[in-house]
């Protein structure tokens, strides 16, 4: 039988949530608990079924400019018949789109990365691929939409 949460269980709950990394050191000066009182209430907070597990919510550094993107236009060898190129980069994590075109160029890639080196690097194992002959990359400067 789950137990009624008392007022200091809530406050538990409330610390963890805004943030699951904290201490039990830190968790007891904030309700007045000794350490080990408060590790003992979040076990049973966890075995009643209070607490179902710690997660991380992924983003991005915090800093004002944001994830860095790039255009990167792609000339396949084969240009029909060479899907190959087009599995490799699907599969790459910084890709975020890719759009296969009629015209001079066969693919358009939308890449974002943290930062210039990484989308470098991502270029290089683009380039790098068999069926790639030529590629150009063009970084976004702003977004009006």
Known sequence: ?????????????????????????????????????????IERLERDGYVRGYTIVKGMPSNDTGPIKALIFVYRKERMRDAEVVRCVVSMPEVISCNVMSGDWDLVLTVEAI???????????????????????????????
């Open 1 to 41: 039988m789950k137990r009624v949460l008392d007022k200091v269980d809530e406050k538990i709950l409330e610390a963890l949530t805004r943030n699951a990394r904290l201490s039990h050191n830190d968790i007891a000066m904030k309700v007045n608990l000794s350490r080990n009182a408060v590790r003992l209430r």
């Open 115 to 145: 930062n210039a080196d990484r989308i470098h690097k991502v270029w290089a194992e683009i380039s790098a691929l068999p069926g790639v002959l030529n590629t150009v990359t063009s970084f976004v400067l702003s977004s009006a939409k």
